[in-house]
């Protein structure tokens, strides 16, 4: 059983640059949730897909947003990056319902 | 005044040392997750509970659901403990709110 893989691993960004970020789920997984990890702070919910539509979305702006693909890997995408959005990027992914969430590895972005 | 309070917020120990981490949240939930954070920002998921207590290996986990409280303990504590625990809360949808972590160190 393949486990939640992201990339890339690390990334460094300008202010007002696009960034995508990619997340393959866990084998059998419908469900994916994305997540940004200030340092020093606990994750915060960004939204969370299931079988590709939006299925909640935490106190994020528009230029946070997201796809599900058939196979139900996923991608964050942020548009006109700000300083404040430097962080570590989590996906995780779950069966859906109130099944465990298992996490991948983080991106870790830097915007300069 | 966050949804899911943890504390300690740092704690240390020597090996072998009774470790106890506590999570209080403020309104009902369906799942409380405890998660294990490493330096480089991996986490790994501990426990998931709705009611009472589980265990697995040295770790304990324990639910009040009355009192909106719970417990992470672990027992004979090792240098490999050493890592940031996280309580996490869920409602009726996947989505997970999180503590700010409990960073614990344990000494040799």
């Known amino acids: 059983e393949t486990g939640v893989t992201q990339s890339p691993t690390h990334l460094i960004k300008t202010r007002g640059q696009q960034v995508t970020l990619r997340c393959s789920s866990q084998?059998?997984?419908?469900?994916v949730s994305w997540y940004q990890q200030a340092l020093g702070q606990g994750p915060q919910f960004i939204f969370q897909?299931?079988?590709?539509?939006?299925?909640g979305r935490g106190n994020f702006p528009p230029r946070f947003s997201g796809l599900q693909f058939p196979n139900y890997s996923s991608e964050l995408n942020v548009n006109a990056l700000e300083l404040d959005d430097s962080a570590l990027y989590l996906c995780?992914?779950?069966?859906?319902?109130?099944?465990?969430?298992?996490f991948g590895p983080g991106t870790r972005l830097l915007v300069l | 005044k966050n949804e899911v309070e943890q504390s300690p917020q740092n704690l240390t120990a020597q090996e072998g040392e009774f470790i106890t981490i506590n999570c209080s949240y403020s309104?009902?939930?369906?799942?409380l997750h405890w998660l294990q954070q490493h330096p480089g920002g991996g986490i790994v998921s501990l426990f998931m509970?709705?009611?009472g207590k589980k265990k697995h290996g040295r770790l304990i986990a324990t639910i009040n659901i009355q009192e909106k409280h719970s417990s992470l303990h672990i027992t004979a504590s090792h240098p490999r403990d050493s890592a940031v625990y996280i309580c996490?809360?869920?409602?009726?949808?996947?989505?997970?709110?999180f503590g700010t972590g409990t960073r614990l160190q344990v000494f040799p």
């Open positions: 084998s059998g997984h419908n469900t």
């Open positions: 995780a992914s779950s069966r859906g319902g109130q099944e465990t969430q298992y």
């Open positions: 309104v009902g939930i369906s799942a």
């Open positions: 897909y299931y079988r590709e539509e939006e299925n």
């Open positions: 996490a809360v869920g409602y009726n949808t996947d989505k997970l709110i």
């Open positions: 509970l709705s009611s």
